[in-house]
């Protein structure tokens, strides 16, 4: 069980391009989901949360007009490249925490996105 | 906020020996500890946690323990195999709905045969 899928895995595109990409927890429903990026031989750094039917929560230093996130659905948060250009290029990782509840909840992270722009 | 230190970096051992990552953390209120294993290229998957009502938690050959008074935990591993290599992360919590996980820098444990 707990099963998070990202989508898609690997995407190379030109500079100005707007890339989207897709985290659905399977077998769960996860109000929260959480977008990270991690670049080569580094920690996870959280870029923000995402909240079913409200807005997103940014970390410090994240630009909101650049990385649009939308969690519509109990199963689906998006995040969305706008504009990409070479330094966006990262590898791009989601989770789901599950359950409603307060507390601490496991996560579970998808497959993660390698994101290269050229 | 919360903030995660992790020790050591990169962590050589033979086969058959144990391996212990530790990490400390500032904010005394986090009440979950969970500990995650990356494989080149792939997702964090999780390992073993534990909450701060426990002192120790034990699964086969990986535990963890947790000292809530000097705020840090440690993994330790015994009879480490190759495919124990990865890189590890320690994480913390705060004991609040949809928190993040705040990560350490990681700890790349290499295991030769």
């Known amino acids: 069980g707990a099963v998070v899928s990202q989508h898609p895995s690997w995407v190379i595109c030109k500079s100005g391009t707007s890339v989207k990409i897709e985290c659905r927890s399977l077998?769960?429903?996860?109000?929260?989901m959480f977008w990270y990026r991690q670049f080569p031989k580094q920690s996870l750094m959280l870029m923000a949360t995402?909240?079913?039917?409200?807005?997103?929560?940014?970390e410090q230093g994240v630009e909101k007009d650049k990385f649009l996130i939308n969690h519509a659905s109990l199963t689906l948060s998006t995040l969305t490249v706008t504009s990409a250009h070479p330094e966006d290029s990262s590898f791009y990782i989601c989770?789901?925490?599950?359950?409603?509840?307060?507390?601490?909840?496991?996560?579970?992270f998808g497959d993660g996105t390698r994101l290269s722009i050229l | 906020g919360e903030n995660v230190e992790q020790h050591p970096s990169t962590l050589s051992v033979q086969e058959g020996d144990s391996a212990v990552i530790k990490c400390t953390y500032s904010?005394?209120?986090?009440?979950?500890f969970p500990w995650y294993k990356q494989e080149l290229g792939k997702r964090p998957q999780l390992i073993i946690d534990?909450?701060?009502?426990?002192g120790e938690k034990k699964d086969q050959r990986i535990a963890v323990t947790l000292n809530k008074t000097a705020k840090h935990f440690s993994l330790h591993i015994t009879e480490t195999q190759p495919e124990d290599s990865a890189v590890y992360f320690c994480?913390?919590?705060?004991?609040?709905?949809?928190?993040?996980?705040?990560f350490g820098k990681g700890t790349t444990l290499s295991v030769s045969s």
């Open positions: 989770s789901a925490r599950e359950g409603r509840t307060p507390g601490a909840q496991p996560q579970h």
């Open positions: 995402s909240n079913e039917g409200s807005k997103a929560t940014y």
């Open positions: 077998d769960f429903q996860a109000t929260t």
């Open positions: 994480a913390a919590t705060l004991p609040m709905a949809g928190t993040a996980l705040i």
């Open positions: 534990i909450r701060s009502n426990v």
């Open positions: 904010d005394s209120a986090s009440n979950y």
